[in-house]
């Protein structure tokens, strides 16, 4: 088509006043705006679901006041922030550091989807018609390109809005825009039963809005491997060159970390559960003994919701051997369980295992780091051979030292994984014996490096060789080719061992190697 056509569409004139608004808008106000909302979304959330409680509970106390300040102080423990309970019995104040994760994903994902959306400031709404540039609506277009279209060939794809937002204006937005609905938040919640710990709060708060925002941003980038490297560069250059070059293991390993880590949650799930289904007599009594009335009820039942991965998390600790506290000086283990404290019935808490030494049964429970080492070596593995989709296709197979030396980074960055969500997932809950509750962080950090790296290298040495040998005799012959590889001007025999960007490579198996078109 070698004329112009010319096409026009007829919009509403507030949806072109808002679409030019916004297309026009600096990126930084768009940043700041989005994060304010990403903030007051969550806290309307927790202030909804505290208020619907606070109304069908049949004793409800402290006033509608005291029902918001239960949810801001609700929405900064959903950050990490630690409270602290001030009307105790004793009339001294008591710490509250057991953060829901159930309630952490509120906030990152809606900070997550805040600094993603900020870096696109357009919908796009012109689009291009001419000869090999496509078409497009309330843009005129020329033969080979037209105005609003991308450099390169008449087959590039037309412009459809206006660039992205830097991603640093973008990030420093939302996470500003979070901060400022955050800090009045913390002011309000000061003078309510439940009051933030004025140092968590500064800290964690940033950490979570900055964290969640980033890799907000990050995605909305297509997860360059940019940032990635110039954040590196802190690091000596052989150290660098072992974790990122030449093989992007750093990628493979954090792929591979995040299957351990999950196989490691999701099998302290499966503990839980069975746990739960074991003692079901005594999680019923508890929940029924807790309250009374529907509504309290439904209150436990929410509570035990968001408590459920927390559960998770300490079932894990449970398998690697550290296993978690319920108070101080109460450890409970494979090996072991010391005799709690008394506590108030609580459902999750009748899926303890009962005091006294561990039973092969208790024991069993190792299978659970050993799968998940096992996962981490076989990711690591597909890695090494080039069939990992999230990788980029290499020319020749990672060697066995390689392929050992991402293991064992997968292994710490599991490591890292876990501490972090066992740090998350306990905390105080009073003082005295109730100081301590969950897991110790560095136990099940180093138990998860130990049983990880234990298993993964292995694994993921033996799943290399296997791999190798088993994509060798399975590639099926191309046009032209024999079922046994290709043969040359000599009669010689190659066998496909991997692609690259260039062809593929060829391997005869006895130290000859050749590109193949």
Partial sequence: MAGVIQTTVRRAPLSLLRTRWRDRSPGLAAGLLGGAVAAGLGLASYAVLVTVLWISSPYPDNGPGGALH???????????????????????????GVTPLLLLLLPVWLLHRAARDATDQGDGVGLVVGAGAGVGMGVEAGAGAGLGARPGGGGDLPDTGPPPVSARIAWAGVVLGYLAVAAPVVLYSAGGALRPSWWWAVVWLPLVAMGAAGAGVWTAFGRPGGPVGRALRVLPRNL?????????????????????????????????????????????????????????????????????????????????????????????????????????????????????????????????????????????????????????????AWSWRRTAGAAALAAVLCAVLVALLAALAGGPLGGGVLARFGPVWWQAGGATLA?????????????????????????????????????DAGGRRWARVAWSSAGRWWDRGEGGRRWWP
């Fill in 240 to 396: 660098r060159e072992l974790v990122v070059e030449p093989d992007a293991r750093l990628g493979a390993a954090t792929r591979a970390a995040g299957a351990g880590a999950a196989v490691l949650v999701g099998g302290g799930a499966l503990l839980l559960a069975v746990s739960l289904v074991w003692h079901g007599v005594a999680a019923r009594d508890a929940f029924l003994r807790l309250t009374e009335g529907w509504s309290g009820h439904f209150a436990v039942l929410l509570l035990c919701l968001t408590l459920v991965p927390n559960a998770a998390v300490w079932a894990a600790a449970y398998a690697l051997g550290p296993g978690f506290a319920l108070g101080t000086g109460h450890v409970v283990d494979p090996f072991s369980s010391a005799p709690a404290p008394l506590l108030p019935p609580f459902p999750l808490l009748a899926a303890v295992p009962d005091a006294g030494p561990g039973t092969p049964l208790h024991w069993a429970a190792g299978m659970v780091p050993l799968a998940a080492g096992a996962v981490v070596g076989w990711f690591t593995a597909r890695a090494a051979t080039g069939a990992d989709p999230g990788a980029a296709q290499t020319a020749v």
């Fill in 451 to 487: 049983w990880v790296g234990v298993v993964a290298v292995p694994v993921a040495v033996g799943a290399r060789v296997w791999r190798g040998r088993r994509r060798r005799g399975a590639v099926p012959a191309p046009a032209g080719e024999t079922a046994g590889g290709v043969a």
């Fill in 70 to 96: 239960v949810a801001a102080a609700l929405w900064l423990l959903a950050h990490g922030a630690e409270l602290v309970r001030v009307d105790t019995l004793s009339g001294g104040s008591a710490p509250v």
